[in-house]
């Protein structure tokens, strides 16, 4: 498929969720450091870990759920999205939570930063939704600082959830573009490639959304085999160390 082609039909899947992101977050009351922590978010409870004040880039910061976690935690914040609709919304949204948030519109293929600028970067379900996933990676290496914690997740291949998506794209319901998915092991591999350690990898399983709650429990419960077998769920998360 053209690289072109390809490029314009996500940014317009993803200014198209910007718009669906701006009715879900009044849904969430997702507004203080309290409510953040009640979600149970594996990135967050990273973050909360965090020692010391921190550079952090939130590479594909959609809405700035992530990014306005790290500000209110006091780290020092980047945001960095090709949408520009999804900018103007992490602006509102940092601005509801009354935090300050840098937000800048690129790549994360090729990003506008000098080598090792950041101590932690958060990659949110971003990597996946485009061919260049080792470009990518090694794009993210070189902005982080030696030492410095890569943070991210992406869709598992081993799921009811991929089959749930190749039935979506049938019915012409799959609305978020392209979207490609992992094994751990070859992940772990792009990332050794790029120069990163691999630190921890977590399952997440599937959760009822906001949107629809039924379809998501019923994904739930068909992919409970799978995640008793040690595969399944949406995605798995991980944390990476560059070496």
Not at 9 to 17: G, I, N, P, S, V
Not at 175 to 191: H, N, Q
Not at 199 to 206: G, Q, S, Y
Request: hydrophobic content about 40%; glycine content about 10%.
């Amino acid at each position: 498929m053209n690289k072109q082609y390809l490029n314009k039909k996500t940014k317009e899947a993803w200014d198209l969720h910007a718009g669906r992101w701006k009715k879900d977050i009044k849904k969430i009351k997702f507004f203080n450091r309290k409510e953040l922590e009640e979600r149970n978010n594996y990135l967050f409870k990273i973050i909360h870990s965090l020692k010391g004040k921190k550079k952090i880039l939130d590479a594909g910061c959609g809405f700035g759920a992530n990014a306005v976690y790290a500000a209110l935690l006091g780290h020092k914040v980047i945001g960095l999205d090709f949408s520009e609709k999804n900018l103007h919304l992490a602006k509102e949204y940092a601005k509801i939570n009354g935090v300050k948030l840098a937000l800048i519109k690129s790549d994360v293929r090729s990003m506008p930063f000098k080598n090792k600028s950041f101590d932690v970067i958060i990659s949110g379900g971003v990597i996946e939704h485009f061919p260049e996933t080792e470009k990518a990676i090694k794009e993210h290496a070189r902005v982080l600082k030696k030492g410095g914690l890569f943070v991210g997740h992406v869709p598992q291949r081993v799921t009811i959830f991929v089959l749930s998506k190749l039935f979506l794209k049938s019915i012409g319901k799959w609305s978020i573009g392209y979207e490609k998915s992992f094994s751990t092991g070859k992940f772990k591999r792009y990332l050794e490639d790029s120069g990163f350690k691999l630190i921890k990898v977590k399952r997440l399983e599937i959760k009822p959304g906001i949107r629809s709650p039924l379809y998501g429990e019923i994904l739930r419960l068909l992919d409970k085999p799978l995640w008793l077998l040690g595969f399944g769920g949406a995605h798995f998360a991980f944390l990476a160390i560059k070496k």
